[in-house]
Structures are given as C-alpha cells and as structure tokens.
C-alpha cells in the first residue's frame, strides 16, 4: 500500500548507473543514528509493537548542495565589519543553495524505486522526500524495526519511534536525516516556576501599583522598558519589522488576557493584539490559557508595541494513537515550524523571534539536531534574528548522567539553546545591580563546535575558569558552543493567565523581553538603514560595551556551584543584558 500526498513526474533516472548490483548496493546498511539499549529518555517507555501496516509518513531530508556557501553568505552578511554587512539573502537565493544536487535526487530516488515507489515527489523548493509507506516498508528501507513509545505521565500520548535506522552506505552523503526515527520529542517549556496571585480583576486601582518604575518587586513592562532603556523609543516602520513567536506543546496564546494584561500594565495602549497562525495542525483553543504562551505574548507586546506580533501554534506534539484515521506520526515541532516558515517571502517573514522551547541536548540525536540547527542559519541569512531561552535547569538538571550507556556525569546543555546560529538569553535577578538568577542555563554544547565569533570572549573565561579552585575539567566541552549569548530579567514577570494574574519565572521570561527589544531594533536599523539585523551574534560579541555586565551569581546544577558570572562573558548571563540606547548607537 502506497500513498502519495502529490504527484509529480519524477525527472528520468537517464545517467544514473551502478556497476555494483542494486541488491547487493541497498542491502549494504551502515548506521545512521543509534541509540545504546534503553530509551534515550526516561519519559519514554516500551508499549508495544505497531501493526505493520499501519502508514507512517516518513520525510527524507536531502543533503544540501551547497550549505557551506550558505555559511559563507551568513558569516559575512552578519559580521559587521564586512562591506557585505546587512546584504541578506532573498528567498530564492537560499532555496538555490540549499537544493540537493542532480545526483543526489538521482540516487535517492533510484533506492525508492527499487523498493517499488514508483513516483516519488521532490519540490523545487524543497529538500525533502515525504513518503507515506506501510511501517514494514519503512523497516525494510532502513532495516530498522519501529516500537511504539508511551509517555510515562500519559500512556495515551504515543509515538511511533525506532532505537537505530540505518541506509545503504553510498546513501550517508545524500540524505541528512529520516524522520520520524530517533528523535523522541523531550521538548519542555524554559519556564521554571509560575504561580496565580489572588489579585482580582476587578480592582481597577492595581494598575497604579503594579506599573512599578523600577523592577525591584516585581517585574512588568514599564519597569522593564525603563531598565533597558527603551522607553523613549516610538517604533516607525512596524509592519516591515514584525515579530513572531513560536509556541509548541498545545499553549494557546489568549486574546481577552492580551487585552487584560495591557489595560492593567502598559496604560495608554488600548488596541494591542497579535495574529495566530495555526502551523501543522496546531490549534487555537481561546478557553484554554497556555502560561507560557501568554508569558511570551504579553511581554513581546510589552517590550515591541506596536510592532506586529505573530504566535504561531505549532501543532504535532507527540500523540500517536494509531487509528485508521489518523494513522501517522510525523510529529517533529522544530522541523514543522522551521519548514513552515522558510516558506513565507522575506517581505512577509518576521524579522525578530522569540522560542522559550528545548531538550537536553542528549536526547536530540545528533542528525536531527544539525538538521534543525542549519536551518536557523537559513532563517539568519534571510534576515531574520532569532533568540531562544538558555534552559532553568543551570549547568544541568537531575542527576547529569549521560545517556550513551555509560551513566557519566557531566553538565548537560541544551538544544536548541546550544545551536549556534541563534542567539540564546539566560536570565537575571535583581536590580542595582542585576545579578545571576540561579536557575539561568549556560555552558558548552558538545555536539556544535565553537563559532569564531565567539573566541575571543570565551577563551577569556576559560583562561580564568583554568586556573580557579573549580576548573570542571571534563564536565564540560571547552569547544564546544558556549552560550547564552546575552540574558535579562527573568524572576517575578506579572503575567494575566485566564483573566488572574500569575507571576512567572525562568528564561521563558527572558526571551521574549530581548526578542522585543531587538525588534525596536530591527525597526530602528530599517527606518535609519534600510535593512534589519539579520542574524545578531557577531554584532553582539564585537559591542560587549552595549551590554550591562552581570559579574555576580552562578547557576548550580550537576551537585557542583556551577560557573559564576565574571567580568565578561560568561556562561551564565552571556555579555549581560541589553542597553538599547547602547544598541541604537551601534546599528
Ligand atoms: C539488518 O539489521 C539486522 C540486525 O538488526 C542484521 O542482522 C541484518 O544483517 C541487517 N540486514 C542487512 C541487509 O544488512
Ligand atoms: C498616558 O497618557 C497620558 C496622557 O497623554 C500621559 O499623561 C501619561 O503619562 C501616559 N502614561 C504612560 C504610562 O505612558
Ligand atoms: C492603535 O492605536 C493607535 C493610536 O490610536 C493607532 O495609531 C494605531 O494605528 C492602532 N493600531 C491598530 C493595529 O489598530
Ligand atoms: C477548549 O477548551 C475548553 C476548556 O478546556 C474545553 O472545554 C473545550 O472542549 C475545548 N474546545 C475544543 C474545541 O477543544
Ligand atoms: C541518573 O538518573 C537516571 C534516570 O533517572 C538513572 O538511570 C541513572 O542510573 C542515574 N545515574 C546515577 C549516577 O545516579
Ligand atoms: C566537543 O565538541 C567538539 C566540537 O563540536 C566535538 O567534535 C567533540 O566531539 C566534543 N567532545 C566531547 C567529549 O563531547
Ligand atoms: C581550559 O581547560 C580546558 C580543559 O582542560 C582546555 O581544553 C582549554 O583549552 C583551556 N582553555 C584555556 C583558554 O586555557
Ligand atoms: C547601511 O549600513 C551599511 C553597513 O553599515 C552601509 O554600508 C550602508 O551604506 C547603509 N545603508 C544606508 C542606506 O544607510
Ligand atoms: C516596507 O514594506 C513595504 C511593503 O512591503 C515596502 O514597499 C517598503 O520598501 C518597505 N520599507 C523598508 C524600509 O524596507
């Protein structure tokens, strides 16, 4: 049984030829991705074994033809001493270099057909194969055998998964990754702790006091907007500059707590709202309030008003309950968001975003991860700034055993924090000055190699950590990606959750207020320059000076203190947190 959502002549397999028999070429399998014996995350267990003719829609992502072009268009359209500085790339362009080669096609496709697909579908603008095949043709193509998984707080939410895949050997240089194999979806909100306050709705005198000037209490946006200095800003090109917010796992930003939390917190701002898309089945439930949602939206709002807010649902969180139906399992949020956004024009693509998403690190195989990760740098090299929450757990939560069957402890980044084609925000307690919050997540990946934009700050802190009474020797990659980048307030932030205010705490918090002021930002460098900031690191690390150092606290984890803000970069609070009329002076 074989289902193909579109049709398409599939280009004629003319030169294609082997002089190696097929049999013999596709059954000589080399591993793609593996995981040692176990799931690669406790929330997974065994369930059962899936009929095997149940369809799954499996997508096979082509190897690019040129993706190292690509990172030579970023690197310099970022880098701001460049004379190519700002010139980002068009839609067309990006798709042109990120197109699999003839060849690659070619023998993807000839591997398909062997299999008896007879019509197999690549998009001009697309590097992906979609494929919906019986899970016993899935196993025989990756000689792999498929289980299905239960949640451990939820054995309804299934997923269909596989603990190794494997392809024909000549095949590892033509596709990047499968999916849905190894990937188990651990995605969790970077928000650490929230709490309802008894403060009634109807008492229409809170507004006064809970606009404090200052965030030394609490945390709303008129203090946040006079502690980073945006205050003074009147945003002028905002429909060109827009800003959109990624939400994941079912959160539904709510419209009546929008219009609640800005009557309450940003007075004289009557009309704020924002535009839900709904990406890969996602839904817009208005009676159900997503806390980090709401967080996301209201202090997005509080920080970019009255740039343009997108909030995109992103559905396909892991359920897998196999009925005939509804009978496949493609849920790959990162991916299906990525894929969707990659579509719209660069006048329609936001400039500014803001995730407050992640997984261990270890749990992101490592294709997925790359595969995820590069198209972030597609995202920059259109112009596009794109910020994530570091993580709440510090240098890493529970007991930091690693998952490669060797039960080691060592500190745990995140991803998609440890990407290094975004910008990624810790977070801040305290004003006068600001210090560490204990939770912000920061550290070393160890799958994504050290960028140079970062050498010189991080080299810096390594020298110091090297010669301290906790060096971490072997805790951590000394290169590997450091991060956050920069952080901000991230305690105590009053947030309206189904008509209540809640106070929320964690980098979810944090990424969205540096998100909205590098929006004002990407507004102000439009209107004085003509372009919009594109991906922001390099600019970042080569203006220190624009940032508040943060040089006191650390952030615990793994039973060690964890590392300790200092003078400089750190992995804690990153450069500091943002000085936008610093920022201004710099763009
Ligand atoms: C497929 O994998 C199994 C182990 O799961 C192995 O025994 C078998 O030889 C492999 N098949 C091929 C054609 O490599
Ligand atoms: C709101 O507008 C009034 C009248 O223009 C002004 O006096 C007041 O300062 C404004 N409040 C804020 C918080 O901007
Ligand atoms: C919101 O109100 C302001 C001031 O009245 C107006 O300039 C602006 O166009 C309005 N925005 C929207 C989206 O309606
Ligand atoms: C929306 O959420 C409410 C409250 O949880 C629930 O009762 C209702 O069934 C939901 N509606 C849909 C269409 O899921
Ligand atoms: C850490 O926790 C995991 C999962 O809960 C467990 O499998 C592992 O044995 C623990 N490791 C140590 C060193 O306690
Ligand atoms: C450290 O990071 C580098 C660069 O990504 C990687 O090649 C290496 O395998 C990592 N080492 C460890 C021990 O994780
Ligand atoms: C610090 O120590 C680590 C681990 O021993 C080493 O890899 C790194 O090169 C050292 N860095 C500096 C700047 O001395
Ligand atoms: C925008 O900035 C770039 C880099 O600083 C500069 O080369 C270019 O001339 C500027 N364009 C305008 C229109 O000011
Ligand atoms: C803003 O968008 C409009 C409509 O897409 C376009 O005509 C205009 O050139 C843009 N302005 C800038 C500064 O990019």
Redesign the pocket.
Known sequence: MLIFPVLLALAPLAAFASVVPRSVLYNDFLTKHSWPA?SPS?SWKYHSTPDPNTPLTIRIGLRPSNFDQLLGHLSETSDPYHSRYGAHLTKEHVEELMQPSEETKMEVTDWLNWHGMDNVEILPSSRYITLVIPVSLAETLLNTTYHVYAHTSDSSNQIIRTMEYSLPRHLHAHINLVSPTTYFGNMRSMKKSSFLKSLGLGDSDASNDMTPSSCSTIITPTCLQDLYHTANYTPSLTTNASFGIAGYLEEYAIRADLATFVTKFLPNTTNATFTTVLVNGGKNNQSEPGVEANLDVQYGTGMAYPIPMYYYSTGGSPRYVPDEFTPTDTNEPYLDWLDYILTLSNGDLPKTFSTSYGDDEQTVPDDYAFEVCNKFAELGARGASVLFSSGDDGVGG????TNDGT?T?LFQPNFPASCPYVTTVGSTVGISPETAASFSAGGFSRLFAQPSYQSYAVSRFLTALNSSSTPYTGLYNASGRAYPDVSAQGEGFQVVIGGQVGSVGGTSCSSPTVAGIIALLNDYKLATNGTTLGFLNPLLYANAAAFNDIVSGSNPGCGTNGFEATTGWDPVTGLGTPDFVKLQSIV
Do not use: I, L, Q, R
């Not at 529970?398 to 055993?401: A, E, K, L, P, R």
């Open positions: 176990g406790p529970g007991n930091c055993s039960n402890v």
